[in-house]
């Protein structure tokens, strides 16, 4: 426990270091749902061979967090798990009677008697974690400075040898990926966050061929939502 104590701290540290000493902040800070669902879909389609979390499944509970938003972050997190070799999530004592259908996710998870605070590290190379250290829906630092992601990699390490191994049923297979090559682009501009007027100049369409597109996109996905139809790419291996 001490050492876990420590490696916390000295991830603490080296994110304050890091955003007071130099020219480059600790990291991007990214506000608004929906500049954080891209971040989040963009992790998640990033992610290649590892995924280490300290998650609260259910911290978001008392909180007015729309469902749509709740239910991209976990397709996204889902997908990023399918896609790492290795995937590592501590979660809380307290959340143990809540999660059984949300530890329903590839990869191994470890039950701690507390989290520090929720935190995603892809691949060692990028992090994210709440700007409030609880919420992601609050906002979300993109930490990509090679010293504190590596903190905080060793923070859940130390995490990781104490807390208590969970064992639970792997999910169902995921549907094949079926997407079809003219939404693609389409697909990628609605996750970035940019707006639809943007996305058309991006993709050198006019602003109504785009929204054809769109639709064609979220009937696709049978969705008239786009949080929803973020969710359901990522569910569908779209990411």
Known sequence: MAESAGSVMLARS??????????????RP????RRISAALAGLAASTRYELLTFDDPVASAACAIPEPFLELAEACMRAAAERA??????????????????????????LAEAIPFKMI??????AAVPLD??????GLLLIR???????????????????????YAPPPP????????????????????????????????????????????????GTTSRFRAG???ARRGWL
């Open 121 to 126: 590290v892809v691949d060692r190379t990028v």
């Open 133 to 138: 250290l609880e919420l992601l829906y609050n």
């Open 174 to 221: 995921r549907p094949p990926c079926d997407l079809p090559p003219q939404l693609r682009p389409v697909l990628d501009a609605l996750l970035s966050g940019v707006t639809d007027e943007t996305a058309a100049a991006r993709l050198g369409m006019s602003a109504r061929t785009y929204s054809r597109r769109v639709g064609e996109l979220m009937a696709a996905l």
């Open 14 to 27: 080296a994110m304050n270091r890091a955003a007071t000493e130099g020219q480059r902040p600790a990291g």
């Open 30 to 33: 990214v506000r608004g749902a």
């Open 231 to 233: 969710a359901e790419a």
């Open 145 to 167: 400075d090679p010293v504190v992601v590596q903190a905080l990699a060793r923070a859940h390490h130390a995490c990781w040898a104490t807390a208590e191994e969970l064992t």
């Open 85 to 110: 070799g290795d995937v590592r999530r501590i979660v809380p004592r307290h959340a143990l009677p809540h999660i059984e259908g949300g530890l329903r996710i590839p990869g191994r998870a470890r």
